[in-house]
């Protein structure tokens, strides 16, 4: 019945293979690896935030949301079990709310990540439920000005980064954004390096039906979703510059 191939030991995520492994949660990552490329950048001037959108044959594109607002100040990109990431955004808007009644200011990147964290650990740690297949990219401009980035993974663990990608194109594209990053390049110069990294791993032709992209300016503080108009013209502009 059990066995180190994990028959027998993927059946809950309270058990533990004889090797230390929780397969499912290991499961839940792998679903992630499946989902759609989404990019987070931090440079000097902000963040931004960009996505792959699967979109099928005869499909509304907007009714497609990979990049979401969470406060005035904050914005998340998930890849993975698109169900699971609007529960977790939902519970994001919560906490950023909560946060402000509380302490009467916005709440800082760190904060929701660990929130959003605990709420993943939860179910990891027993039985009859499985893991949030979903990871998120938290992108914010803290209250004191400062530009945050942050990547959950689905077992509830976070990092801080200067530039990540999650979904099925991390390898290559991790490698063309790892050459090419610098901190003290424009905000416009991080959406180009953005769109040149997908570029790298996508299967399909990049339009402003299937891209999502937004930013978080140092200088507002205010999320901004680009309008199909926008990302129609930086894709225009990164094709002729290739």
């Known amino acids: 019945m059990f066995g180190i191939s994990g028959a027998g030991y993927d059946m809950s995520t309270s058990i533990f293979s004889p090797d230390g492994r929780i397969f499912a949660a290991e499961y839940a990552k792998k679903a992630v690896e499946q989902g759609a490329t989404s990019i987070g950048i931090l440079v000097e001037q902000g963040v931004i935030l960009l996505a792959e959108k699967k979109i099928q044959p005869l499909q509304e594109p907007d009714s497609v949301e990979k990049i979401s607002k969470i406060d005035e100040h904050v914005g998340v990109v998930t890849s993975g079990l698109m169900a699971d990431a609007r529960k977790l955004i939902a519970e ?93 390049m424009s905000l416009d110069d991080a959406i180009t390096l953005a769109i040149g990294s997908l570029r790298e791993t996508s299967e399909t032709t990049l339009t402003a039906d299937n891209v999502e992209i937004a930013r978080i300016p140092v200088e507002s503080r205010t999320f901004e979703k680009l309008a199909v108009s926008e990302i129609k013209s930086v894709l225009q502009t990164t094709e002729s510059s290739d």
């Not at 760190?110 to 949030?132: M, N, S, V, W």
């Open 92 to 184: 994001a808007r919560v906490k950023a709310q909560s946060y402000w009644l509380t302490y009467e200011e916005a709440i800082p990147a760190e904060a929701l990540a660990e929130h959003i964290c605990d709420i993943k650990a939860e179910f990891t740690q027993g039985g009859g439920a499985r893991p949030y297949g979903v990871a998120m990219i938290i992108g914010s401009v803290d209250f004191d000005g400062s530009p945050r980035l942050y990547v959950t993974d689905p077992v509830g663990t976070y990092w801080g980064f200067l530039a990540s990608i999650i979904g099925r194109g991390a390898a290559s594209a991790g490698e063309y954004l790892e050459k090419r990053y610098n901190r003290k």
